[in-house]
């Protein structure tokens, strides 16, 4: 079901739908609605960590698919923070406003049937001269039923808060939800050659992939005892044919940080590395030799000049 509240151009002044067709599409959403589930869905592969911890993307990272008639260049942005005022949130909604700016198509993903004041507070930042597509993501959560009761009311009130193109619901987990969402954004992409080679997934490297997969295994094993105010810092990567050897720190705030993720007789970080050295080698189609070490340095998230440092915005 898709529902547009602004009919596209008529077809006399609608560029040919046979031409290719290449450009931006920024997600964007409050934190922990799916926007990393769903960038890697239409990828069709793992670029972009998910865990059920919020606010888990820091860095704005780009994911390509590219078909016969178009290219599609997806910008996964961090959530928008509301909540604290701390130098890494800060540096968290450059990543999104600025990314806003510069695109040709923005995703505002929002939960199936759910709308609250962080939702509200994002939406206040979409564009007003760049066409936006509401995604009502998580619709697998809501019953047969409760699709009818809730979705109707649901965007019909959305539809009269933002001026959206469509109103997509779907499910980032459903196949056939995704390949009828590129069929939504193709039109909207404007004419113009591929700006990636055909078998590129993303313009980030090797080395950053391999600390976003540490960072989301770090989240997974200490579930909600650890702040997310921890990263991964890759201090040597090296690549010897299909071997990568991969030396990393995790870097945390506090002592009582380090024991949880070292956890009873190291049994939590040998967890962790394991299924993060597991994740390296199915992505970079290679065998991964993985060490990792834990680094306590207070007050790391609330220092500009640091967080430039270990690479945020």
Same mark, same amino acid.
């Given at each position: 079901m898709t529902e547009?509240?602004?009919?596209r151009q008529d077809a006399a002044d609608t560029p040919s739908a046979a031409a290719f067709r290449?450009? @931006?599409? !920024?997600?964007? $959403?409050?934190?922990?609605?799916?926007?990393? *589930?769903?960038?890697?869905?239409l990828?069709?592969?793992?670029?972009?960590?998910?865990?059920?911890?919020?606010q888990t993307t820091r860095h704005r990272i780009v994911g390509i698919q590219t078909t016969d %008639?178009?290219?599609y260049v997806f910008v996964d942005t961090p959530g928008f923070q509301t909540r604290h005022a701390s130098a890494l949130n800060r540096s968290l909604n450059r990543a999104v406003t600025s990314? =806003?700016?510069?695109?040709? =198509?923005?995703?505002?993903?929002?939960?199936?049937?759910?709308?609250g004041a962080d939702d509200e507070?994002?939406?206040?930042?979409?564009?007003?001269?760049?066409?936006? =597509? +509401?995604?009502?993501?998580?619709?697998?959560?809501?019953?047969? %039923?409760?699709?009818?009761?809730v979705m109707m009311p649901f965007l019909e009130k959305m539809g009269q808060l933002?001026?959206?193109?469509?109103?997509?619901?779907?499910?980032?987990? *459903?196949?056939?939800?995704?390949?009828?969402?590129? !069929?939504?954004?193709?039109?909207?992409?404007?004419?113009?050659?591929?700006?990636?080679?055909?078998?590129? +997934? @993303?313009?980030?490297?090797?080395?950053?992939?391999?600390?976003?997969?540490?960072?989301?295994?770090?989240?997974?094993? *200490? $579930?909600?005892?650890?702040?997310? @105010?921890?990263?991964?810092?890759? %201090?040597?990567?090296?690549?010897?044919?299909?071997?990568?050897?991969?030396?990393?720190?995790? =870097?945390v705030e506090r002592d009582s940080h380090k024991a949880m993720i070292i956890g009873n007789k190291g049994s939590k970080l040998k967890q962790i590395s394991t299924e993060a050295r597991i994740d390296m080698e199915k992505l970079f189609d290679g065998k991964v030799y993985l060490e990792m070490w834990i680094k306590v340095k207070s007050g790391w998230a609330d220092n500009e000049a640091g967080l430039r440092a270990y690479g945020y915005e």
């Open positions: 547009s509240n602004d009919p290449c450009g @931006t599409v !920024a997600i964007v $959403g409050r934190p922990n609605v799916g926007k990393s *589930t769903l960038v890697n869905a990828v069709g592969q793992k670029i972009s960590i998910t865990s059920r911890k919020a %008639d178009a290219q990314t =806003l700016s510069s695109v040709d =198509l923005v995703l505002f993903v929002v939960e199936a049937g759910y709308f507070k994002v939406l206040s930042l979409l564009p007003r001269n760049t066409p936006v =597509l +509401m995604i009502a993501n998580k619709l697998d959560r809501l019953s047969g %039923d409760q699709r009818i009761e933002f001026p959206f193109r469509e109103v997509v619901p779907m499910s980032a987990k *459903t196949h056939d939800h995704i390949e009828r969402l590129f !069929a939504v954004i193709r039109p909207y992409l404007p004419e113009g050659e591929p700006m990636y080679d055909a078998d590129a +997934m @993303t313009d980030r490297s090797e080395r950053f992939l391999a600390s976003e997969i540490i960072r989301e295994k770090v989240f997974r094993w *200490t $579930g909600d005892e650890l702040p997310y @105010t921890s990263t991964v810092i890759i %201090d040597k990567f090296e690549t010897e044919g299909r071997l990568r050897r991969v030396f990393a720190t995790i =870097l």
